[in-house]
Nanobody
């Protein structure tokens, strides 16, 4: 079956770092745009970052620019989100998603994505 499985979440102190991984099975990520989304308690799910399927163009929400980095390794069928300088407001369940977006583009809108992972909890607290 088609699956996206996130890993790497956990509890970290403010200023710390985590690297989230999203491994795909049942399909190949090469031709999909990949997005990372998060949902904090009491809030709607929001886009964090995305990377296009062709030239690797990346986009970030203003709240994470300069702190988070998205990347993909097609050979490993895996996408990553490196999170540095974490803040308490980064606490959320993080989801990865894949969408059949036209080449060279990605978006932070939920409706652009076809496949979703189960989410991994990131908690930033002292």
């Amino acid at each position: 079956q088609v699956q996206l499985v996130e890993s790497g979440g956990g509890l970290v102190q403010p200023g710390g770092s985590l690297r989230l991984s999203c491994a795909a099975s049942g399909f190949t990520l090469d031709y999909y745009a990949i997005g990372w989304f998060r949902q904090a308690p009491g809030k709607e799910r929001e886009g964090v970052s995305c990377i296009s399927s062709s030239d690797g163009s990346t986009y970030y929400a203003d709240s994470v620019k300069g702190r988070f980095t998205i990347s993909r390794d097609n050979a490993k069928n895996t996408v990553y989100l490196q999170m540095n300088s974490l803040k308490p407001e980064d606490t959320a369940v993080y989801y990865c998603a894949a969408g059949a977006v036209r080449l060279g583009y990605c978006y932070l809108a939920l409706y652009e994505y076809d496949y979703w992972g189960q989410g991994t909890q990131v908690t930033v607290s002292s």
